[in-house]
């Protein structure tokens, strides 16, 4: 039994790791999007743009740096 | 990535403490500490270099206040210059080669701020400071803004928001270091000596970013809590 549940919090470790990447891909994904977009109207915002982009990427980052988070402490169980 | 735990007794109380980030936490403190004193020795009307690198480092902090709060910015300068250069030079001291000072326990010396201890202190911090400055400049509107059914919803969701906001940044600056060092490790395990350069190299960026949003984020808390909805 103890066997048991060491294995699902594994799995559950590898589940959480998993949903929470698919999450923060998009997010980074639409925030370089909304760069590119901003850049090839107005190429002199580059600079000023690329700033707030990295604090954007930065933040949906961190979300799933939450699963990472969960999944190691899953992963001491 | 083990603490070197060493557990004293108050009052019949168990405490833990992590010595290995207390130690790594006062040599960042000291850097910061030497960095200030020395750049605002004999100060001139013509700078050296190094006071003109300081003064250039308080621009950018005054700077940004006046962009995100509009009165009263400057007072807040002390909290958010402090926090930012103790966090980039924690973050950064997670790239230096401590890990060959071997500690009892197996315990590695790395950033004080893989340590969630350390972040969540500052996070509370922030939340303690913000929650003070609100009720400064506000009062009693600072909690509940008006009598109505909108208004005690959205005193709930702000009452929520308090316990959120310090979890969220105790969190991020947490994870981000410490998913760096698993990597980093985990990279020299794979590949050592060509993979893992690249990837201090983006733990450097990821070091100024982290310090960025956690300053940025009290400079947004600070002034949401101090200025009148309009």
């Known amino acids: 039994m103890e066997q048991t549940i060491s294995q699902m919090a594994h799995l559950g470790a590898g589940i959480a790791i998993g949903f929470g990447a698919v999450g923060a891909g998009l997010g980074i994904g639409f925030a370089t999007k909304g760069l590119m977009d901003a850049v090839s109207r107005q190429p002199e915002v580059a600079g000023k743009a690329f700033g707030f982009f990295l604090l954007g990427a930065a933040l949906s980052e961190a979300c799933a740096l939450y699963a990472f988070v969960i999944a190691f402490l899953l992963l001491g169980k | ?230």
Do not use: C
Not at chain 2, 35 to 52: D, G, Y
Not at chain 2, 124 to 153: C, D, N, Q, R
Not at chain 2, 173 to 199: C, K, R
């Open chain 2, 1 to 230: 990535m083990e603490h070197w735990i060493y557990t004293v007794s108050i009052g019949g109380h168990n405490v833990s403490l992590n010595l290995d980030t207390i130690f790594t936490m006062w040599f960042a403190m000291f850097v910061v500490i030497v960095f200030a004193i020395i750049s605002t020795r004999n100060l001139s009307l013509f700078p050296n270099k190094l006071q003109a690198a300081a003064e250039s480092i308080m621009q950018f902090f005054y700077g940004t206040l006046n962009t995100m709060i509009e009165t009263e910015n400057k007072k807040h300068v002390p909290l958010v210059a402090s926090l930012f250069l103790f966090i980039i030079t924690a973050n950064l001291m997670g790239q230096l080669p401590l890990r060959i000072i071997h500690l009892k326990n197996g315990a590695e010396l790395a950033s004080p701020t893989n340590d969630i201890n350390l972040t969540s202190a500052m996070a509370i911090i922030v939340l303690i400071y913000y929650v003070f400055a609100g009720i400064k400049s506000k009062g009693g509107k600072f909690f509940i803004h008006e009598f109505s059914f909108t208004g005690i919803v959205m005193a709930l969701v702000e009452l929520l928001e308090m316990f959120t906001r310090p979890l969220s940044l105790a969190i991020r600056l947490f994870a981000n270091i410490f998913a760096g060092e698993i990597l980093v490790s985990i990279t020299l395990g794979a590949m050592a000596y060509f993979l893992p350069l690249p990837v201090m190299l983006f733990e450097i960026l990821v070091a100024f970013i982290q310090a960025t949003v956690f300053m940025m984020l009290t400079i947004a808390y600070i002034g949401s809590a101090v200025q009148e909805e309009h």
